[in-house]
């Protein structure tokens, strides 16, 4: 079993990566820096990679997997996890919204061919789950007059 996050099937593939990168990655580094946006990025790159090789070897296949969907995954569960702790709501972005987010990549993912859905369920996992650990909401103080 081979995995990696640093090659892609096609340009397909990578671009819907890059594109999922850059909408979800935009709003997540301006709310928790750019040192634990990598960590997140990277750990859940590798926990989805992970998630994906006991998958296989519990099934008694052998698998070659590319891409940087665990990771992207990662992103988006952490970004949920931010939108929760900020009580619902991040700019224009919703918990609802977020929830919708999720469900439909992880249907999309579940119904296309060719697609490793335990490094998503993985990536998504452990991006929750390092977020909850990595950040803390901002504080807000008012000034009283």
């Known amino acids: ?31 928790i820096g750019k040192l634990r946006f990598i960590i997140i990025y990277f750990l859940s790159g590798i926990g989805g990679n992970i998630l994906s090789l006991i998958a296989a070897i519990s099934a008694g296949e052998s698998a070659v997997s590319a891409g940087a969907s665990g990771a992207v995954f ?5 970004l949920l996890y931010v939108v929760i702790a900020n009580r ?9 919204g977020m929830i919708f987010m999720v469900v439909l990549s992880l249907y999309f993912g579940l119904t296309s061919s060719g697609v490793d859905n335990m490094a998503h369920i993985g990536g998504l996992i452990c991006g929750f789950l390092f977020a909850v650990i990595l950040y803390r909401p901002k504080k807000i103080h008012y000034n009283e007059y």
């Open 1 to 31: 079993i081979f995995t990696c996050m640093f090659l892609h099937f096609g340009i397909t593939h990578l671009m819907n990566n890059m594109v999922m990168l850059g909408a979800l990655g935009w709003n997540l580094e301006l709310e």
């Open 74 to 78: 990662g992103l988006m569960g952490a």
């Open 88 to 96: 619902g709501r991040l700019g224009q972005l919703s918990g609802r």
